[in-house]
Nanobody, 123 residues
Protein backbone atom coordinates (compact mmCIF):
# COMPACT_ATOMS: atom_id res chain seq x y z
CA UNK A 1 0.00 0.00 0.00
CA UNK A 2 1.19 3.49 -0.87
CA UNK A 3 -0.31 6.79 0.20
CA UNK A 4 0.35 10.37 -0.82
CA UNK A 5 -0.33 13.07 1.76
CA UNK A 6 -0.38 16.71 0.73
CA UNK A 7 -0.14 19.88 2.76
CA UNK A 8 0.37 23.59 2.30
CA UNK A 9 -2.69 24.90 0.49
CA UNK A 10 -4.67 27.90 1.62
CA UNK A 11 -5.88 31.40 0.87
CA UNK A 12 -3.42 34.04 -0.29
CA UNK A 13 -3.61 37.45 -1.91
CA UNK A 14 -2.44 38.00 -5.45
CA UNK A 15 1.32 38.40 -5.54
CA UNK A 16 1.78 36.15 -2.54
CA UNK A 17 3.45 32.77 -2.16
CA UNK A 18 2.58 29.29 -0.99
CA UNK A 19 4.55 26.08 -0.72
CA UNK A 20 2.92 22.71 -1.25
CA UNK A 21 4.37 19.46 0.03
CA UNK A 22 3.52 15.86 -0.79
CA UNK A 23 5.00 12.83 0.94
CA UNK A 24 4.69 9.26 -0.26
CA UNK A 25 4.64 6.53 2.36
CA UNK A 26 4.22 2.77 2.42
CA UNK A 27 6.07 -0.17 0.92
CA UNK A 28 8.07 1.96 -1.49
CA UNK A 29 10.94 0.59 -3.51
CA UNK A 30 11.45 3.83 -5.43
CA UNK A 31 9.57 6.99 -6.35
CA UNK A 32 9.93 7.71 -10.04
CA UNK A 33 8.40 10.82 -11.61
CA UNK A 34 6.54 13.02 -9.13
CA UNK A 35 4.44 15.99 -10.05
CA UNK A 36 1.62 18.41 -9.38
CA UNK A 37 -1.63 18.81 -11.26
CA UNK A 38 -4.46 21.24 -10.69
CA UNK A 39 -8.13 21.42 -11.47
CA UNK A 40 -10.13 24.62 -11.43
CA UNK A 41 -13.96 24.60 -11.31
CA UNK A 42 -15.39 23.64 -14.68
CA UNK A 43 -12.00 22.84 -16.15
CA UNK A 44 -10.03 19.70 -16.83
CA UNK A 45 -7.17 18.63 -14.62
CA UNK A 46 -3.88 19.92 -16.00
CA UNK A 47 -0.23 19.29 -15.38
CA UNK A 48 1.48 22.07 -13.43
CA UNK A 49 4.98 20.67 -13.00
CA UNK A 50 6.79 17.34 -12.91
CA UNK A 51 10.18 16.14 -11.79
CA UNK A 52 11.72 12.73 -12.49
CA UNK A 53 13.97 10.98 -10.02
CA UNK A 54 16.89 12.26 -12.05
CA UNK A 55 16.76 14.74 -14.88
CA UNK A 56 15.15 17.97 -15.95
CA UNK A 57 11.91 19.41 -14.67
CA UNK A 58 8.84 20.18 -16.74
CA UNK A 59 6.45 23.12 -16.25
CA UNK A 60 3.21 24.32 -17.74
CA UNK A 61 3.78 27.53 -19.70
CA UNK A 62 1.38 29.38 -17.41
CA UNK A 63 3.58 28.86 -14.34
CA UNK A 64 7.08 29.07 -15.80
CA UNK A 65 9.20 31.58 -13.91
CA UNK A 66 6.78 31.67 -10.98
CA UNK A 67 6.61 28.07 -9.70
CA UNK A 68 9.49 25.78 -8.75
CA UNK A 69 9.21 22.04 -8.25
CA UNK A 70 11.76 20.13 -6.20
CA UNK A 71 12.05 16.82 -4.40
CA UNK A 72 13.80 15.12 -1.52
CA UNK A 73 14.38 11.53 -2.60
CA UNK A 74 15.40 10.42 0.89
CA UNK A 75 11.99 11.53 2.17
CA UNK A 76 9.96 10.57 -0.93
CA UNK A 77 8.67 14.12 -0.87
CA UNK A 78 7.94 16.58 -3.65
CA UNK A 79 7.49 20.32 -3.17
CA UNK A 80 5.91 23.07 -5.21
CA UNK A 81 7.02 26.60 -4.40
CA UNK A 82 4.49 29.01 -5.86
CA UNK A 83 5.43 32.68 -6.10
CA UNK A 84 3.73 35.69 -7.68
CA UNK A 85 0.40 33.94 -7.43
CA UNK A 86 -2.49 35.23 -9.54
CA UNK A 87 -6.23 34.55 -9.25
CA UNK A 88 -6.01 32.23 -12.24
CA UNK A 89 -3.90 29.87 -10.11
CA UNK A 90 -6.95 29.16 -7.94
CA UNK A 91 -7.64 25.43 -8.09
CA UNK A 92 -7.42 22.17 -6.23
CA UNK A 93 -3.84 20.97 -6.51
CA UNK A 94 -3.15 17.24 -6.67
CA UNK A 95 0.10 15.44 -6.13
CA UNK A 96 0.88 12.55 -8.46
CA UNK A 97 3.65 9.99 -8.16
CA UNK A 98 4.71 6.95 -10.12
CA UNK A 99 5.83 4.52 -7.44
CA UNK A 100 7.56 1.17 -7.60
CA UNK A 101 6.39 -0.70 -4.53
CA UNK A 102 7.03 -4.03 -2.86
CA UNK A 103 4.60 -6.92 -3.08
CA UNK A 104 4.81 -10.43 -1.69
CA UNK A 105 6.07 -11.58 -5.09
CA UNK A 106 8.43 -8.75 -5.98
CA UNK A 107 7.85 -5.16 -7.07
CA UNK A 108 5.17 -3.44 -9.13
CA UNK A 109 4.71 0.00 -10.64
CA UNK A 110 1.62 2.14 -10.21
CA UNK A 111 0.45 5.76 -10.34
CA UNK A 112 -0.88 7.34 -7.15
CA UNK A 113 -2.77 10.55 -6.40
CA UNK A 114 -3.02 12.68 -3.32
CA UNK A 115 -6.33 13.82 -1.88
CA UNK A 116 -5.97 17.35 -3.23
CA UNK A 117 -5.37 20.66 -1.49
CA UNK A 118 -7.23 23.88 -2.21
CA UNK A 119 -5.29 26.95 -3.31
CA UNK A 120 -7.28 30.17 -3.50
CA UNK A 121 -5.75 33.42 -4.72
CA UNK A 122 -7.75 36.56 -4.07
CA UNK A 123 -7.45 39.67 -6.21
Amino acid sequence: QVQLVESGGGLVQAGGSLRLSCTASGSIFSANTMGWYRQAPGKQRELVAAIPSGGSTNYADSVKGRFTISRDNAKNTVYLQMNSLIPEDTAVYYCNARITYYTSSGVRLNDYWGQGTQVTVSS
